[in-house]
């Protein structure tokens, strides 16, 4: 187990950058942040240069591939962040150096056990993109086909586990201050950044999330998955069919292929709903530089590292909640965040339901040029706090979905309206799967289930199945080894800076709060 001073100075390093890009600035001004942080904060930044502007996509850039991931996640979270933040995050690229291809070379004959060239007739040295978790090359098989080859950087999986056993190491020691720390749930928010990133790094996963993902959407013209190379697929390495098209991104490319580029936006946003709410499966990294476009109109999506998934309830719900806010039933959209937990019982659901009002009647019926899906989740944040709605974990990859897809259909047309195009969707998805048939099928298959399994049934009902929201349960969070000094949320806040200036004198205990309140400014 990794020793708390070693967390200190991984977090004392990291804080220092995020004082030098000025990311550590508005805190002190944060009337969320303890009081303890913001003297820490104070101290941490105390001598760094900082420009005029916080620029966090600099700082999570410099600090790592890790942090990289982490600023991503978190560009979708203005609640968590801030709004300038949540902007500033969202320029961040995946991006890094490349690796020298010897590297690669030695990757890939170790990851199969033998010599390159009887996997590939040629491989170009120079990748096409390098990311921060894997770069990719160009190659011919040696049966001539042409596909990508997907590689892993050396020793990135022990470079992940290491930072974010630090984010852990952090982000308990942060909820522990009770509060709005608590609410926030940042150990669940590193909890499924962790999950994300372990798909991310065995390749074998990718390659079935996008065998997957072809077999859902194979009734979805217009929209295909590359197919994958088996043989030459492993925990490191992927291969799959080389795509030609145009990048989504190259607007002039595809105006002088003759494509019909609302239609193209329309479709972008019709396949994120089928994949989000008729399958419960869906692409989470569709950014521009994911998604290719051919001669024939055909949508071509590419890495698929990162996956969201769903279950049936939530997306019923999701359903019922998108719907609601584009008719202004906003008295049913407050029932459904009652009835799935994400709002405490003890509210009242009127009230809610007028807060709801104030994000969604300034929205309907303008182009998302001037309202925006990503301004209307702007304002569903800016309500939870009063509403003590918990972080819910399992729909930040949506959340971060949406703003994506939203902000490609703008650029190709910047006045589709994205409540119109969702709406019939929508409506017709929850008329199939709420409607007289389909309760019938539903009752029909749950009652036979219920019936097979009675007897049991009828020891444990209840029991040890008590109703859930539509949250799914936590997964177990890792055991955290506290600094002395630190207590349950209910001390006060002078014991915790007892702690906390004790632990500062020891080696730099102020970064690990740095870290993580510095993106509440």
């Not at 301004?375 to 003590?388: K, N, P, V, Y």
């Amino acid at each position: 187990m990794t020793r708390p001073i070693t967390h200190i100075a991984r977090l004392l390093k990291w804080g220092r950058v995020l004082a030098r890009h000025g990311a550590l600035r508005g805190i002190e001004n944060d009337r969320n942040a303890p009081v303890p942080v913001k003297r820490l904060c104070r101290a941490a930044r105390f001598g760094a240069r900082q420009g005029a502007e916080p620029d966090y996509a600099g700082a999570f850039q410099e600090i790592g591939p890790a942090a990289i991931k982490l600023g991503q996640a978190l560009a979708t979270r203005p609640d968590l962040v801030g709004e300038g933040p949540a902007r500033n995050l969202l320029t961040l690229q995946d991006s890094l150096p490349p690796v020298p291809f010897a590297q690669i070379r030695a990757v890939i004959e170790d990851s199969f056990g033998k010599p390159i060239d009887t996997l590939f007739e040629s491989i170009e040295e120079q990748p096409i993109g390098a990311a921060s978790i894997a770069q990719v090359h160009r190659a011919v098989t040696t049966d001539g086909r042409q596909v990508a080859v997907k590689v892993l950087r050396p020793r990135i999986r022990e470079t992940f586990a290491r930072d974010v056993e630090t984010y852990e190491w952090a982000a308990a020691h942060l909820e522990v201050l009770g509060g709005e720390a608590q609410r926030l749930r940042p150990r669940a928010v590193i909890d499924n950044l962790k999950r994300w990133t372990l798909r991310e790094l065995d390749l074998r996963r990718e390659a079935a999330s996008a065998s997957e993902l072809a077999e859902s959407m194979k009734g979805m013209q217009g929209y295909r998955v590359p197919g994958i190379d088996w043989d030459r697929t492993t925990g490191s390495v992927l291969t799959v069919e080389w795509v030609d098209g145009a990048k989504m991104s190259d607007l002039a490319a595809l105006r002088a292929a003759g494509h019909d580029l609302p239609a193209l936006a329309r479709k972008l946003v019709l396949t994120f709903l089928t994949q989000a709410i008729a399958s419960g499966f869906f692409h989470a990294d569709m950014h521009q530089g994911n998604l290719f476009v051919q001669a024939d109109g055909t949508i071509v999506a590419i890495d698929f590292g990162i996956m969201g998934r769903i279950n049936r309830q939530a997306r019923l719900w999701l359903a019922e909640i998108l719907y609601g806010l584009t008719t202004g039933n906003y008295r049913r959209v407050a029932e459904i965040h009652f009835e799935a937990q994400y709002v405490p019982s003890y509210h009242n659901v009127e009230e809610f339901a007028t807060a709801l009002r104030a994000v969604g009647e300034p929205m309907r019926g303008k182009p998302v040029s001037e309202l925006s899906v990503g301004q209307m989740l702007d304002g569903l944040f800016a309500i939870t706090r009063d509403f003590d709605m918990q972080v819910q974990p399992h729909l930040l990859l949506l959340q971060k979905t949406m703003v994506m897809v939203e902000g490609l259909a703008t650029a190709l047309d910047p006045d589709i309206n994205m409540w119109d195009v969702a709406a019939p969707f929508v409506k017709n998805w929850i008329r199939d799967e709420l409607g007289p048939e389909a309760m019938i099928v539903d009752r029909l298959r749950e009652d036979i289930g219920t019936l097979a399994r009675l007897p049991a049934l009828v020891r444990r009902i209840e029991e040890k199945f008590p109703p859930k929201g539509g949250a799914p349960e936590q997964a177990p969070l890792p055991d955290i080894h506290l600094i002395l000094g630190l207590g349950g949320p209910r001390k006060r806040q002078s014991n915790h800076w007892v702690g906390y200036g004790a632990a500062a004198i020891l080696g730099g205990v102020a970064a690990w709060a740095f870290t993580y309140w510095s993106l509440l400014s």
